[in-house]
């Protein structure tokens, strides 16, 4: 059993012995929707409606509900198939109840399930820093830029008693420590979508340029809807650091010999290496 996104409906399979005679079963077949009121208490809604398919030798029956409506709060699709189904050619008939649920989320059931900073590479190969925001249902691309904001922390807080323990490094900003009146429009970080291979999808990625160990913080505003119509019901506050570029070092143009005429020069990539060792040999001429 399983509830769609787009349009909202539960399709429950059940699957049978033998070939089912479909009267005896759909007229046994019972739909019902709750709402959640408190985390005890549920309240029935008006009782939804469903038509009942089956496969060619009727081996299996697949129950769709009606268009089943977003609660307030999260609820729950009841459906049970009551005792007495029998095969198509009779026989013995089911000796009891059998029932299911599928959770309906609720309107404000979109959360955010991760968000972090990371270096990946880009469409040349080059390193790139991302902001990585994971949903729990698929989000619209063109609905998250507008919903994302980064500030880029001060490198030492205001109060020097603060900041001395840090002394020349990064002060270590969280939530606690965090103040209003540091969130200056001028440090306001540029995000740039990069577009995915589809219209919506949990894992969007924005490219952001910070100094490796600065800290980034990151808001989400409440009412970000996903491709289903459900909703952030409250705003996401994140605090992270900015992570280091790897070590990188390599040759470039690899697989080419080094002439020993005109600048005599060897082109090579690095980044935070500070120095190597490099050693230089002669080809034989033959």
């Known amino acids: 059993d399983r509830l769609f996104a787009a349009n909202k409906k539960a399709v429950v399979s059940i699957a049978f012995t033998h070939a089912v005679d479909p009267a005896s079963f759909e007229k046994r077949v019972r739909l019902a929707m709750f709402e959640r009121v ?9 009782t939804p409606t469903f038509t009942v398919t089956y496969d060619k030798l009727k081996l299996n029956a697949f129950v769709h509900s009606g268009q089943v409506e977003v609660p307030a709060k999260a609820g729950r699709l009841n459906i049970a198939v009551e005792a007495g189904v029998h095969a ?12 299911t649920n599928v959770d309906v989320p609720g309107l404000n059931s979109l959360r955010i399930n991760d968000v972090a900073l990371d270096i990946v590479r880009d469409e040349r190969n080059e390193r790139a820093q991302v902001l990585l925001v994971t949903t729990s249902f698929s989000v619209l691309e063109r609905e998250l830029p507008s919903k994302v904001h980064a500030w880029l922390l001060p490198l030492r807080h205001p109060d020097p008693k603060l900041q001395q323990p840090y002394r020349d490094r990064p ?6 420590n965090l103040r209003p009146e540091v969130l200056r ?7 740039t979508q990069i577009p995915g291979e589809v219209e919506h999808y949990e894992l969007h990625s ?3 340029n910070a100094d490796p160990g600065r800290y980034v913080y990151v808001k989400i505003d409440a009412g970000l809807r996903s491709f289903g119509g459900y909703q952030l019901g409250d705003t996401v506050e994140r605090i992270i650091r900015v992570p280091e570029f790897p070590r990188e070092l390599s040759i470039m143009h690899q697989g080419s010999l080094l002439s ?17 060792p490099l050693e230089v040999n002669p080809v034989l001429p033959a």
């Open 38 to 46: 408190t985390d005890k208490i549920e309240k029935e809604l008006a």
């Open 88 to 99: 198509g050619r009779g026989g013995n008939e089911t000796p009891e109840k059998l029932a």
């Open 171 to 176: 002060f270590q900003w969280n939530s606690a």
């Open 185 to 191: 429009t001028d440090t306001k970080l540029e995000l």
């Open 206 to 208: 924005l490219r952001y």
């Open 260 to 276: 020993m005429s005109g600048e005599k020069t060897l082109s090579l990539f690095s980044r935070n290496v500070r120095s190597f």
